[in-house]
């Protein structure tokens, strides 16, 4: 495991207002001071169980590439098979791979039927332990919340990965 002790913070919505409301929230409360956050994003899942990132403050990619590098790295982190549907490359693959199976052995996870059902959102944050619990209090609007430890060497092995493979990501989605 990497020197820095992260988390995982999800907040669930049936409202997807809601869930835009916290996360504008939750970045002013970073702006102000308040905490540190690494990535977070806004997912919304529809009816069909389709999967879209509707906020995710990433400036650093083309428009339509949704799964940007910083959205990438927190949603592989929160379910990796969903950034697996996108994503492109066998570095990313492997990466997720191991986070499934640290997962599933240590019970990290967070159970993505439950924070994000069809027809729901959810805001999902990687920050620094120390500011989990404050974050999660953050999300308001949230009819449940959650923090989790992760790996931080996992973090670190899949911005790489999705750093190394940004292109084929952005041209993938522009496809």
């Known amino acids: 495991m990497g020197t820095e002790n992260l988390a995982i913070v999800v907040g ?8 835009s409301d916290d996360y504008r929230a939750l970045r002013n409360g970073q702006d102000s001071g308040g905490y540190e956050i690494r990535g977070a994003v806004v997912l919304t899942r529809d009816k069909d169980g389709g999967v879209r990132v509707e906020e ?28 697996a549907a ?9 990466i997720l791979g191991k986070i499934r199976k640290n997962r599933d052995e240590k019970q990290f996870g967070v159970d993505v039927d439950e924070y994000l059902a069809p027809g729901t959102s959810a805001v999902v944050a990687v920050v620094d332990d120390k500011w ?14 959650i923090n989790k430890a992760i ?25």
């Not at 790996?151 to 496809?175: C, G, H, M, P, T």
């Open 56 to 83: 995710h403050g990433d400036k650093t990619v083309g428009h339509g590439a949704a799964w940007g590098a910083g959205a990438g790295v927190v949603v592989g982190l929160f379910a990796p098979p969903l950034l």
């Open 151 to 175: 790996d931080s060497d996992d973090y670190e092995k899949l911005r790489k990965a999705i750093d190394d493979s940004a292109d084929d990501i952005v041209e993938q989605l522009n496809a």
């Open 86 to 94: 996108t994503a492109v490359g066998a570095g990313i693959g492997a």
């Open 12 to 19: 669930s919505y049936d409202d997807a207002s809601a869930a």
């Open 132 to 145: 989990a619990d404050k974050v999660e209090k953050a999300l308001i609007r949230s009819e449940k919340r």
